[in-house]
């Protein structure tokens, strides 16, 4: 089963990377998961300067805003999509990501729509 691990970082150092992990830690993890063969996809984001939000008005209209300014104070940083058996062990990889010690990772099912 597919799930999707949502790095929320709580604070981001001076390069917009999480505060508290390493490169040598994310490379470690990321070794990990590849060698595991449960790595779907994955990415890092950009830096949170460079984000753009998006909503629509009641008159239908576009609205366009800098920045994604939620209403928490966690960022996220990146994912991972990974195929593992079941939450437990999706769980247990998420544990053992590098983002999870200095923010959180949050863990959902990938929805499988059609074939």
Do not use: H
């Not at 691990?5 to 981001?12: F, G, Q, S, T």
């Not at 917009?16 to 994310?26: F, H, L, R, T």
């Not at 060698?35 to 629509?56: K, M, N, P, Q, Y």
């Amino acid at each position: 089963m597919k799930y999707m691990l949502l790095i929320m970082a709580d604070a981001v150092d001076e390069n917009g990377g999480a505060a508290g992990c390493s490169v040598e830690d994310w490379v470690a993890y990321d070794k990990q998961v590849r060698e595991a063969g449960i790595f779907v996809s994955g990415e890092s984001l950009a830096d949170l300067v460079t984000a753009t939000t998006v909503r629509v008005g009641q008159d239908g209209g576009r609205i366009v805003t800098d920045g994604p300014f939620a209403e928490s104070r966690e960022l996220l940083g990146g994912f991972y999509v990974i195929d593992v058996p079941d939450l437990d062990a999706a769980l247990d990889w998420a544990a053992r990501c590098p983002g999870a010690r200095d923010g959180a990772v949050v863990v959902r099912p990938v929805a499988g729509f059609g074939g």
